[in-house]
């Protein structure tokens, strides 16, 4: 299962480093050199959590990173999972007259 958030979509993605040496000119220096480029991969902090939904009465397990979870705190979980699709619409209990 790759490493993706279930809610954000949030995956790993891929930057560099750059090496650089030299003392900078501010400090009396010559200036930073650029000595070489790496290839590196920035991994999303994804967790699996067992969220309870009080409008179900159920939990739900997902993959989430830490700033959906962060989402799912602020807005609540019923409004979160469901703009993400990961549950279905609950119909409302009809009135008996």
């Not at 299962?1 to 979509?9: D, I, K």
């Not at 200036?31 to 590196?40: A, S």
């Not at 920035?42 to 309870?52: L, M």
């Not at 990173?65 to 962060?70: E, F, L, P, Q, V």
Request: glycine share 12%; with cysteine; aromatic share 4%.
């Amino acid at each position: 299962m790759s490493r993706t958030c279930q809610v954000s979509g949030r995956g790993t993605r891929v930057g560099g480093n750059i090496a650089r040496r030299g003392l900078p000119k501010s400090k009396g220096g010559v200036g930073l050199r650029t000595t070489g480029h790496t290839k590196r991969k920035y991994k999303v902090n994804v967790q699996k959590k067992r969220i309870w939904v009080p409008e179900m009465g159920d939990f739900v397990t997902v993959r989430l990173s830490t700033k959906a979870i962060r989402t799912i705190d602020k807005n609540g979980a019923y409004p979160t999972l469901l703009k993400a699709g990961l549950i279905k619409r609950i119909k409302p209990a009809r009135k008996e007259d």
